[in-house]
């Protein structure tokens, strides 16, 4: 009886204690989040409950990766079983009784099956890291932790098992083998024996457990908490939406993120549920063609500096026990620089905002809008930027394009294209009762490579019947270059002339053949009062296609291999559309190659980086154009002038572009319509 007694009591005090210093270790991170910007996420319940079911139970981010995928899912819905079992083994060591569940033995069957699968499943993830190797997993102390936690929590509850049975005096059962092995090994021991085994092994359960409850919100193990609530507190905004600054603020001294605490509080909760998998780094063509910026290791240099200036701006220590856990850098960390100290210029001006790393990250973390607004800071704040981006920005600001041609030669790829005017290309001022606002952007106007994808666009507009105008000289740039690029002053200057032409002329229907063009005016310009839908120019071809209006007669006998535009595809989920127009042309072969889809490798020019001479690694577009060349296609295609100028640079410099041709969708459809080059 005092015996019973004194357990509880040691019980009760072991575990109150280390719910104690749990509780704390996660309030004082609380503490840290709370020195950020608060948002309003308090919206589209449905939208949210549903994705937080799909992704935390579905697991559906992970199985991009379908070996770890299925490990996590043992080891997830393994310790969710097993906390039945915990509670179990707890009321046996205090009661002398476990859980009144019918069918008890059935219940001990499934948490050894469990035991045995959890273990199975470590042993895989041990095997990825130390055998295998794979790059993107780290090494040494830190993950090995957390191996010998899972091991030994597994151990305690099977040897605890083996010990009971001596106990009990219950012989072998196939609803519990492990435990059974056990028993036969300490068959030999004596009541009191097996109890003092039984006691030890229990109390090794607990410790381990409660010593893991202490580690876990210090380590990338707090994911456990923060990514299902990371995970449900998603923007539902549509895909790559970037945040607007308050230009007006007359209060605001600086713009952008200059500090860590100008993140926002959601942005905060993005590097605690980091789970340092490696995903997003693994995928990101910056990193793997050789250039500083790893998404991975930008989430966890901001999570360890908050830690560590939120520790000191609140006085509240975020390790427990502090000598064991650490990693204070020696540095005054309210002294130091977030770019330049923390983050180099270098990692934010090799971003192609592509969103691959986003796409892949399991826990729903956005590295993009982080970069983007460090990169505000410079641009707005500090006045940085490498000097041939600030050329092409002064440009756009000065002329409407980032080769600084004069604004009124806009419209001169008419004459040049179609010198006699067969197309009939009027301006909106010479077709005011257009159906469609046909925005070319700064590619299609005055590239040369480019105004061919134009010139094909228009003659398949025509063939359908299609009523479009022009812009023509009052086209400016859509802003998305220098919205990427961070000087927001200048985009929202653009966005604002855009909204007023678009409203003076009446425009309800807007097609482009540019994704980034695309995506700003149909996800962001509405914020500030675009009231017009908006087409990729393959969405329309697509459809005029299906309904007859294009008919594909002539074969193009080409192997084709479509490479998706990350704006298009990944910002927008337009797959299959481009495919679509591809499948209807008779000849025509289309071949996948492994990155296609939202897998798709950045061609190297988003985020600004078209503009940009990149200085260090291995080209961006000579890597995917390895990549696109891989499968043997006489044609790589795609849907972006972006895309295609990289991919044609790209066949120039492997030295293949008399065998390998850069087509634009809308020039292979043109083909096999019109039976022209």
């Not at 990427?484 to 002329?505: H, P, S, V, W």
């Not at 479509?562 to 071949?591: F, K, W």
């Not at 895309?643 to 096999?672: F, N, P, W, Y």
């Amino acid at each position: 009886m005092i015996g019973s007694l004194i357990q509880f009591v040691l019980f009760l005090a072991v575990t109150g204690y280390a719910l104690f210093l749990f509780g704390r270790i996660v309030y004082h991170r609380y503490l840290y989040i709370q020195l950020g910007k608060s948002v309003n996420l308090r919206k589209e319940a449905k939208a949210r409950l549903k994705e937080f079911a799909i992704q935390v139970f579905g697991q559906t981010k992970l199985l991009k990766d379908k070996k770890s995928g299925i490990m996590h899912i043992v080891i997830f819905y393994g310790f969710l079983i097993l906390q039945l079992g915990a509670l179990d083994l707890i009321l046996k060591g205090l009661i002398g009784r476990g859980l009144p569940i019918p069918g008890y033995e059935y219940f001990t069957f499934i948490q050894e099956v469990t035991v045995a699968l959890i273990l199975l499943a470590m042993g895989y993830a041990t095997y990825r890291r130390y055998i295998e190797k794979l790059k993107r997993l780290k090494r040494g102390w830190k993950p090995s932790i957390v191996v010998f936690f899972i091991f030994f929590l597994m151990l305690s509850v099977v040897v605890s098992g083996g010990f009971e049975r001596v106990r009990e005096g219950l012989g072998a059962s196939g609803y519990a083998p492990i435990s059974s092995v056990f028993a036969g090994m300490f068959s030999g021991l004596s009541h009191i024996g097996a109890t003092i085994g039984f006691y030890v092994s229990w109390w090794m359960h607990l410790l381990i457990l409660l010593s893991f409850l202490i580690y876990v919100p210090q380590s990338k193990h707090f994911h456990i908490i923060t990514a299902p609530i990371n995970i449900l507190l998603r923007r539902t905004e549509p895909t790559g939406k970037l945040a607007s600054l308050d230009l007006e603020d007359e209060e605001a001294e600086t713009f952008g993120v200059g500090k860590v605490e100008d993140f926002t509080q959601k942005q905060m909760l993005d590097f605690y549920s980091c789970v340092e998998c490696g995903r997003c780094t693994n995928v990101c063509p910056a990193n793997t063609t050789g250039k500083l910026l790893s998404p991975m290791h930008l989430i966890t240099k901001l999570r360890d500096h908050l830690t560590e200036k939120g520790a000191a701006i609140t006085s509240k220590s975020p390790w427990v026990p502090a000598a064991a856990f650490a990693a204070y850098s020696g540095n005054n960390p309210l002294e130091v620089e977030l770019i330049g100290g923390v983050i180099t210029e270098e990692e934010l001006w090799a971003c192609t905002t592509c969103r691959n790393c986003e796409d892949q990250c399991p826990v729903g973390n956005e590295h993009v809008d982080k970069i983007v607004d460090l990169r505000r800071h410079l641009v707005l704040t500090q006045g940085s930027m490498p000097h041939d981006g600030q050329r092409a920005l002064q440009n756009i600001e000065r002329q409407g394009n980032p080769w600084g041609i004069s604004r009124n030669d806009r419209v001169k790829w008419v004459k040049e294209v179609d010198p006699g005017n067969e197309l009939n290309v009027r301006t909106v001022k010479e077709n005011p009762d257009f159906e469609y606002l046909f925005f070319l952007g700064s590619m299609g106007s005055y590239d040369n490579r480019s105004r061919k994808i134009t010139h094909a666009f228009v003659k398949l507009m025509n063939e359908a019947g299609i009523s479009f105008a022009i812009l023509g000289n009052e086209e400016k740039n859509s802003g998305d270059t220098p919205r990427r690029m961070g000087n927001e002053f200048l985009f929202q200057q653009l966005c604002a002339d855009n909204i007023a032409t678009f409203q003076k002329y009446n425009v309800r229907k807007i097609v482009t053949t540019c994704p980034h063009t695309y995506h700003i005016f149909k996800n962001e310009y509405p914020e500030f009062g675009l009231e017009a839908d908006v087409f990729h120019h393959t969405e329309l071809l697509d459809v005029w296609v299906k309904e007859g209006r294009l008919k594909p007669q002539y074969e193009v006998h080409e192997r084709i291999t479509y490479h998706d535009s990350c704006y298009l595809g990944r910002y927008n989920e337009v797959y299959e559309e481009p495919r679509s127009i591809l499948r209807a042309i008779p000849g025509a072969v289309l071949v996948e190659q492994p990155r296609s889809r939202e897998n798709s490798m950045c061609c190297g020019a988003g985020g600004g980086m078209m503009w940009m001479e990149e200085t260090a690694g291995t080209r961006v577009n000579v890597a995917r154009t390895e990549q696109l060349l891989s499968v043997k296609p006489t044609v790589i295609t795609s849907a972006c002038p972006y895309c295609l100028t990289m991919v044609e640079d790209g066949t120039k410099l492997k030295e293949v572009e008399e065998q390998v041709k850069a087509r634009d969708i809308a020039e292979i459809l043109a083909l096999s319509v019109f039976g022209t080059a």
